[in-house]
């Protein structure tokens, strides 16, 4: 049989190998949003406290990455097609079907790289970039 003594030392004890945890963060639910996130985190068999914290170091770990979410990325794909189609037209020239698959298959390419390049940006000066 295990000792209730020993069991709550062993808890208490601090964690080998991380940062002890003693900062919190607070924050006011209602009964019906309370209700909610109750059964997302039975869904995930966790406690409110231990999925709570997981989503949101999650969240925060998320919007500090430098991969674009796919909305964003397709936000940037437009924004490039439009940039690269309109310039040339606004100089009186004509695209052609060709010219104009080609852009297409130059923006499928290169939106990725576009949008990580935007996030990147923003990131580091807080505005927009030309």
């Known amino acids: ?7 709550i ?14 900062r919190s963060v607070a924050t006011r639910f209602t009964r019906a949003e309370e209700s909610l996130l109750l059964q997302a985190a039975r869904a995930k068999g966790k406690n409110l406290r231990e999925w709570a914290r997981e989503v949101l170091l ?3 770990s998320d919007s500090a990455s430098k991969e674009a979410d796919p909305l964003f990325t397709e936000v940037q794909a437009l ?3 439009l940039v690269n189609t309109l ?8 695209m052609t079907p060709e ?12 939106k ?4 990580s390049d935007a ?5 580091q000066k807080g505005v927009d970039q030309p």
Do not use: C, W
Not at 12 to 22: D, F
Not at 119 to 123: F, I, P, Q, R
């Open 79 to 81: 924004r490039l097609l």
């Open 1 to 7: 049989m295990i000792d209730a003594a020993s069991t």
């Open 58 to 60: 999650s969240a925060a």
């Open 87 to 94: 310039e040339p037209l606004l100089r009186g020239e004509k």
């Open 112 to 115: 990725h790289k576009a949008a």
């Open 9 to 22: 030392e062993q808890r208490l004890a601090p964690v080998r190998g991380r940062e002890q945890r003693s």
């Open 99 to 110: 010219q104009f698959r080609e852009m297409l298959r130059y923006v499928k390419t290169n």
């Open 119 to 123: 996030l990147t940006s923003y990131m």
